[in-house]
């Protein structure tokens, strides 16, 4: 469970492909050895495909608070200068919004 640290990034791959990507920040909480409460900001990076990814890129904004439930990935690739890089990501299979921060609800009027 965490909020979105960006807006999702959808893209489609073909011409019945669609993925999003964003990031996701989780907070850790502890006490340290002198009592100090300490939370420190953990980011990860999140991956929809399909019907998920076009959920996410409707309804999905910077802020958005989101439980989800997925698969961890790791894998390489070259950057541009063809040097090696590895990155991990949560490839999601479940989605639940828990905020009320939705990119396409409605304001309800001041009474």
Do not use: C
């Amino acid at each position: 469970m965490g909020n979105l640290g960006k807006d999702p990034d959808l893209k489609s791959i073909g011409t019945d492909k669609k993925v999003a990507t964003f990031s996701l920040a989780t907070n850790e909480t502890y006490y340290n050895s002198q009592g100090e409460k300490i939370t420190e900001t953990i980011w990860h990076n999140i991956v929809a495909w399909g019907k998920l990814a076009e959920i996410s890129e409707k309804y999905l904004s910077k802020g958005s608070e989101i439980l989800l439930e997925g698969r961890l990935i790791n894998r390489t690739y070259a950057d541009k200068n063809g040097n090696k890089k590895f990155t991990s990501e949560v490839q999601i299979s479940e989605l639940v919004m828990i905020g009320k921060r939705l990119k396409n609800e409605e304001s309800e009027p001041a009474e």
